[in-house]
């Protein structure tokens, strides 16, 4: 049966980075809400400017409009075989919205865990940069570019910081995972689809350890 891989954690534990690393591997698609938040909100529209208002407070977008926008993007041609999740659930009411939709789409739901002790995640936030260009991800503390602020593949183009990457909203941000994402883990490992891989190491180790158990898990 074709998977659903969602990949959990605080902000800053690297789900995107992984996501990005396994897209190739599993070639299957990385469906990130945030992604698709940070192209939303430069719209000029009533939603954008609501969207740009929350991810600056380090608030969630609602509900129906995330589901909404997930139901949409894995109904594309390229999720068919399956697709990874980053960033989405983080309610309940996601959790049960992806229940369902795993059921319509016959596909079986993989949770992942990249666990980050709290300590370590403002400091990763704070630290990263991503290319305008390629997307890639760099940290300033743990993975610098080669030369100081640009891309090592796209040496013209300068790094950016992501504007909710800073100290304000990075608390507000780890306030709301803990609140209403981190109950979520629970819910999975009651299910028996929670795995957890340790997500302080090298983004090489971490990603071994989580292609490790996808193909441990058919
Ligand atoms: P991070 O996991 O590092 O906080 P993301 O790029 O996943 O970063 O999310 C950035 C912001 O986008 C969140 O703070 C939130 O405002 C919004 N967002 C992303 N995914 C969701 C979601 N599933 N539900 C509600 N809001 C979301």
Known sequence: MSKIIVLMGAPGAGKGTQARLL??????????????????KEAHTPLAAEVRALMAAGQLVPDDVTIRVVRERTAQPDCRNGYILDGFPRTPAQAAMLEKLAAEQGKQIQAIEIQVPLELLAKRMVG?????????????????????????????????????????????????????????????????LLHVVDGTGESEAIYNDIVATVSAHG
């Open 23 to 40: 897209q190739e591997r599993l070639n299957l698609p990385q469906v990130s809400t945030g992604d698709m938040f940070r192209a939303l």
């Open 128 to 192: 990263r940069r991503n290319c305008p260009v390629c997307g890639e991800i760099y940290n300033i503390y743990g993975k610098p570019p080669r030369f100081d602020n640009v891309c090592d593949f796209h040496p013209e183009a300068q790094l950016l910081q992501r504007a909710d990457d800073n100290a304000n909203t990075v608390q507000a941000r780890l306030t709301t995972y803990e609140e209403q994402t981190r109950p979520l883990l629970d819910y999975y490992k009651a299910a028996g």
